[in-house]
């Protein structure tokens, strides 16, 4: 059974940093690409970085660009995504995906269940 568990969001004041950890089972990482999308109340949900099964490529939406960083450890089976400078606009449900494209996260085909990120004072 496919199944991926995010953890390690919470409420951070503007500036601060955060690490999500995506824990994957019934499959490994050799075989999805995985990303991290959000949704914040009120708005689309939106890409925020994805990293490849084939080489450890990593891609990154406007947003997360040289803030955000994603990183797998294949041997627990867990995506990370470190978050830092964060910003009030960055407050939303974060969620995993898996993509079987495995180059890029176009069309996941399975997602997890979301950690909140409250970024306030």
């Known amino acids: 059974q496919v199944q991926l568990v995010e953890s390690g969001g919470g409420l951070v004041q503007p500036g601060g940093s955060l690490r999500l950890s995506c824990a994957v089972s019934g499959f490994t990482l050799d075989d999805y690409a995985i990303g991290w999308f959000r949704q914040a109340p009120g708005k689309e949900r939106e890409g925020v970085s994805c990293?490849?099964?084939?080489?450890?490529?990593?891609y990154y939406g406007d947003s997360a660009k040289g803030r955000f960083t994603i990183s797998r450890d294949n041997a627990k089976n867990t995506v990370y995504l470190q978050m830092n400078s964060l910003k009030p606009e960055d407050t939303a449900v974060y969620y995993c995906?898996?993509?079987?494209?495995?180059?890029?996260?176009?069309?996941?085909?399975?997602w997890g269940q979301g950690t909140q990120v409250t970024v306030s004072l």
């Open positions: 995906a898996a993509d079987s494209d495995r180059w890029s996260c176009p069309a996941p085909d399975y």
């Open positions: 990293i490849s099964s084939e080489d450890g490529s990593t």
